[in-house]
């Protein structure tokens, strides 16, 4: 049977078998309120404001993703083509083209001749997708690591998404062949407006979704990344317990991380509460993309310049520091006898350094278990965690030198 509701719009067609007492006109009542509902959500999803920019086969794509999710139930059959160009009133080829995207995701599954259904039940192994810009950072690459080995004893796969800043979430997505059933996301140290627009389009879709170490103001999705300030305090404690009171913060990252930004805010408070007034920050001007090993390498001698010449240097990251001891060296200055350095982060190369880096360790095994607890435990509501960090010393920072000026004293 077919009409039309009391508001003038068609409704799909309800076949009622012949040789069954089932259906009954309770039965088709109830299918058509239901179709009536479906259509109404058709409808306010495509004239939402966010998909006014997107092509129609998207907005298609994302208006049935909608009511599959929301109206349909685990192996409903869902709409026919004819019947959704009939709703739709376009070409074949673009609801073809948005049906073909739900069926790689999983969400519908067609099955000759039956026809097109809903899966919502997850019915493999789950898979953990990671974005992230996949820069040469050695603290991305300990996160990629303790991921996949986390992953891996708990039986999961995982998936490697790069991401590109200049991308848009769109383009970036279509890399997910999995079902939000099937698939959790971690969005990965990307920058923040690029990790706003992923977590934004993901949740649409379905996903769950944890970020990783990309620290944005008034962020709606769960977090998890170390204690900046935590870190920053037991730095500073251990460099002024050693009794420097000329400390640079070599700020070799980019400043529009969130974790950055707030590493430096907490230098110069915690700084200033302890009377520290020698301290200063050294910006690099380093820009997401950049070498953040080279920024902090040519900055360096302008920090040697000061006058009078810092008795330590804490970096932003053990990159920075890394370059610091490389150009110390050069110029012939002792670490830490004359200069002592600090890093933060841990990261596995700081131990070989010569001397080797004492440094703020993250936590990397502690925050990436808890990025997959979020993924894997469905609570209610999102979360923000920020694990404490650790002092690690090494050979590289010792007590303060006499105050001896740099003409006396003299650089090579």
């Not at 869902?78 to 083209?97: A, D, K, M, Y």
């Not at 070498?291 to 970096?315: C, G, H, W």
């Not at 979360?383 to 650089?411: C, H, N, W, Y």
Request: proline residues 5%; glycine residues 8%; contains cysteine.
């Amino acid at each position: 049977m077919s009409g039309e509701c009391a508001s003038g719009r068609r409704l799909i067609k309800v076949l009622l078998p012949t040789h069954s007492s089932s259906y009954n006109v309770l039965q088709v009542e109830e299918n058509i309120a239901k179709d009536s509902l479906r259509q109404q959500s058709l409808e306010e999803t495509l004239g939402a404001k966010q998909f006014r920019s997107v092509p129609l086969h998207a907005k298609i794509r994302e208006a049935l993703r909608e009511i599959a999710l929301n109206q349909f139930e685990d192996g409903d059959k869902f709409f026919s083509e004819p019947e959704l160009i009939q709703r739709f009133g376009v070409s074949q080829g673009t609801i073809r083209h948005a049906m073909l995207d739900l069926t790689r995701e999983g969400l519908l599954i067609r099955k000759v001749p039956a026809g097109t259904f809903v899966c919502k039940q997850p019915d493999k192994v789950l898979t953990i997708g990671i974005f992230t810009l996949g820069n040469n950072s050695e603290f991305i690459a300990g996160l990629l690591n303790e991921l996949s080995q986390q992953c891996r004893a708990r039986q999961y796969t995982t998936q490697i998404y790069l991401a590109h800043r200049h991308d848009g979430p769109e383009e970036t997505l279509r890399q997910i062949e999995n079902a939000p059933a099937h698939e959790r996301i971690v969005l990965l140290c990307n920058t923040p407006k690029l990790t706003r627009q992923l977590h934004t389009a993901l949740v649409k879709r379905g996903f769950q979704t944890v970020n990783v170490d990309t620290r944005i103001p008034g962020y709606s999705g769960n977090y998890v990344g170390v204690d900046d300030r935590a870190g920053i305090r037991l730095g500073l404690e251990h460099l002024a317990g050693l009794g420097h009171r000329r400390i640079v913060l070599l700020v070799n990252e980019p400043m529009e991380a969130g974790t950055i930004e707030e590493r430096v805010r907490a230098f110069e408070e915690i700084a200033a509460a302890r009377g520290l007034a020698e301290a200063m920050v050294v910006q690099c001007g380093t820009k997401f993309g950049e070498d953040s090993y080279e920024a902090a390498y040519q900055q360096m001698d302008k920090v040697l310049a000061l006058n009078p010449r810092p008795t330590a240097i804490f970096s932003v990251s053990d990159a920075g520091a890394w370059a610091a001891l490389r150009r110390l060296s050069e110029r012939g200055v002792a670490v830490p006898q004359e200069i002592s350095v600090l890093g933060f982060s841990d990261d596995r190369p700081s131990r070989f350094m010569h001397p080797a880096l004492s440094t703020i360790a993250q936590p990397v095994g502690e925050i990436v278990r808890r990025a997959i607890e979020m993924l894997v435990e469905n609570l209610p509501g999102t979360r923000a965690e920020f694990m404490p960090p650790t002092l690690v010393i090494r050979e590289s920072t010792a007590v303060a030198p006499p105050d001896k000026s740099p003409q006396a004293k003299g650089v090579t």
